[in-house]
């Protein structure tokens, strides 16, 4: 069995009181937690690894600088960031605020509407491998042989060895393993490449054929469950 996976922190604070409290509560999220004291490092390491999580105590000048370099190209990977400060201080980029002092209902409260969002981009960008051959049609009726590489929430990755145009709409329908039913698809091409892949988005499927996809996703995720209801 596959171990269930655990979102990845890092919390960048030097205040021991914000440590003492948030980091039970990330424990109680089933959220893994590597403390930064140096703003100054993160960025070199959110180049190097993903996080899911950013939590930024807005406590130097360098911290509040760190929330503008997260968004550098050279990180893809864009985390959630939490911010916490002892003002009211809109940052540019930053998801959810926390005031000082910290209780445990403050921390609470945000981690779980940070948390809502982690999940929502996992569920988002998260693709599970198919392989599956289909016959698709663009918007010329030209029939198209692919193979669905994998799918997503959002969308799905092929492969193909006819020339695909971004931005055409190809229909198909694919059979997920362990559903009776096909779902059909309409996917726009959003990127390609020499080798022959390709990345869609949905731009229609019905919502009885979104709800089979939920469903047959939501069986494969393997997230580590938070010890407390969110």
Not at 6 to 32: E, G, K, N, Y
Not at 40 to 64: H, M, P, R
Not at 98 to 126: N, Q
Not at 154 to 174: C, N, P
């Amino acid at each position: 069995m596959t171990p269930d996976m655990a979102f990845q922190c890092f919390l960048v604070s030097r205040d021991p009181a914000v440590l003492r409290t948030l980091d039970p509560i990330l424990r109680d999220f089933s959220i893994s937690t590597d403390v930064l004291p140096d703003p100054s490092t993160v960025v070199d390491i959110l180049g190097q690894v993903s996080a899911d999580l950013l939590v930024i105590d807005l406590d130097s000048e360098s911290s509040a600088e760190l929330v503008g370099r997260v968004y550098e190209p050279h990180i893809r990977h864009k985390p959630t960031i939490l911010t916490v400060s002892a003002m009211d201080r809109a940052v540019s980029g930053v998801h959810v605020v926390l005031r000082k002092p910290v209780t445990r209902e403050s921390g609470l409260k945000s981690l779980k509407a940070a948390y809502s969002r982690m999940l929502e981009d996992f569920r988002k960008y998260t693709r599970f491998a198919l392989m599956t051959s289909v016959l698709a049609t663009d918007e010329t009726n030209r029939t198209l042989p692919l193979v669905v590489t994998n799918v997503g929430e959002g969308g799905v990755g092929l492969a193909s060895k006819e020339k695909l145009t971004i931005g055409s709409i190809l229909r198909f329908r694919i059979q997920l393993r362990g559903l009776k039913n096909e779902i059909y698809i309409q996917a726009r091409v959003l990127w390609t490449r020499e080798a022959g892949s390709a990345g869609c988005e949905f731009v229609r499927i019905s919502h009885f054929d979104k709800l089979l996809l939920r469903t047959w996703l939501e069986s494969r995720y393997r997230i580590k469950k938070p010890l407390i209801a969110v």
